[in-house]
């Protein structure tokens, strides 16, 4: 009679004694017996899931049915693995949907790898409960365990990377969302109040209300001129929302109950280039058309300038921007004549005029400015006049010449 290798004959019992190299076989062995247990087991682990450290878990995105399946899926694939009649694959088809369809749910992934934890002790203690039945050697047991708990890392890590691959698309989706309707937005969809009504909800903020619309410029190093914006104005909460377009960064600012001025201060303090900010608008309807205004505000800032401009500031500037053939009109009918001067004489007639006007036409005031005598701004503002062919005092000529002045500086600066 041929003596049976897992037989060890005390009593007539048999103890399965592996030779070497078949520890794989009692594993498998063992996995395949608890196979036609699944439901059973499933059960158990949803059983302490909700009872060991109910406060770590958060299933309550999840249908109960929902949950029970998963489960029963998770432990039928530990199995099926251990008893080899699945490979062990480190992008496991069953891992990764679990792990899909729980990001998708908004269930942590902590809590996911818990469960995955606890199925493990739950097929541990069920392979253990069929190695007693079996009478399997201790030295084979503690092989199956290790095989076990390799196979629980393995599924583990192919949950972990579906979920965090399904996180990164949820973002993109998100983001590319929150863009379209940002977009909208700016395109003056927000007439449309039931649009405005659904919009203000995903992007958390008030359909009505003052709203500053913010512009800030790509710099040279390819970022833009604003860093940091939406921390500081949280700081101070001032709901914003921001994005970035072709070759501009974009936010829509939500006053509420705060001053356009606490805003504006805020982000000041971070301008790294030129930034342009609206008027006040009144709710997502009207920051269309505060968004031309604040790319106007942005036109009105010199080129290399670091600064945060407002568009109550630069109305002159802005009318300028706004009509440039009609600007460069301007600029040759008033200050053609000057232009046409050699550089030094040039310049020294324009510094004069710029100071006479910014010192409310007050010769006195503009020598002092200029560490120059009376008599000698009196000549320069002569020869000018003689120049120019037109009178410099009155009302008319102060706005043309102020605007003339603001239209070179804008043209040589740009």
Not at 20 to 26: A, H, M
Not at 106 to 117: A, K, N, Q, S
Not at 212 to 231: K, N, T, Y
Not at 334 to 346: C, N, S, T, V, Y
């Amino acid at each position: 009679m041929v003596a049976d290798p897992f037989t060890d004959g005390v009593h007539g019992a048999r103890t399965r004694t592996p030779p070497d190299g078949s520890t794989e076989r009692i594993t498998h062995s063992l996995a395949a017996a608890k196979l036609d247990e699944v439901p059973e087991l499933a059960q158990r682990l949803m059983s302490a899931i909700f009872t060991d450290n109910p406060e770590w878990t958060d299933y309550s995105p999840v249908p109960r049915e929902d949950l029970w399946e998963g489960c029963a899926n998770y432990l039928a694939r530990v199995l099926d693995i251990l008893s080899g009649r699945v490979a062990r694959s480190e992008d496991d088809s069953v891992a990764a949907a679990i792990g899909r369809r729980r990001a998708e749910q908004g269930v942590p992934l902590e809590v996911m790898l818990r469960t995955f934890r606890l199925g493990g002790r739950i097929v541990w203690e069920a392979l253990v409960d069929q190695a007693h039945t079996d009478r399997v050697d201790p030295d084979a047991v503690l092989g199956a365990a290790t095989a076990m708990w390799t196979v629980i890392d393995g599924l583990s890590s192919a949950l972990s990377t579906s979920y965090r691959n399904t996180e990164l698309e949820q973002l993109r989706s998100d983001d590319q969302r929150r863009h379209a309707l940002v977009e909208d937005l700016l395109g003056g969809r927000a007439r449309d109040t039931a649009f405005a009504q659904r919009t203000a909800k995903e992007l958390d903020l008030p359909t009505s209300g003052p709203y500053l619309v913010v512009v800030a410029e790509m710099i040279a190093d390819g970022s833009f001129a604003l860093r940091g914006q939406q921390a500081a104005l949280s700081a101070l909460h001032i709901r914003s929302v921001w994005q970035v377009r072709a070759d501009t960064f974009v936010g829509l600012v939500a006053l509420e109950q705060h001053e356009e001025a606490t805003a504006l201060s805020a982000l000041r303090q971070l301008v790294r280039g030129r930034v342009g900010a609206s008027p006040v608008v009144r709710g997502l309807a009207e920051v269309g058309v505060g968004h031309e205004l604040a790319v106007t505000a942005l036109g009105t800032s010199p080129r290399g300038a670091v600064e945060l401009v407002s568009l109550g500031q630069r109305y002159p500037e802005a009318l300028l921007v706004q009509s440039p053939d009609l600007a460069q009109r301007l600029l040759d009918e008033h200050l053609g004549a000057i232009l046409a001067l050699q550089p030094k004489e040039r310049d020294m007639l324009l510094e004069t005029l710029s100071a006479w006007l910014e010192e409310n036409c007050s010769t006195a005031n503009a020598a002092v400015r200029l560490h120059c005598h009376r008599n000698t701004v009196l000549n320069r503002l002569h020869r000018i006049t003689t120049l120019i062919g037109r009178p410099l005092h009155g009302r008319d000529s102060y706005v043309a010449l102020s605007l003339a002045l603001s239209a070179l500086r804008m043209r040589s600066e740009g």
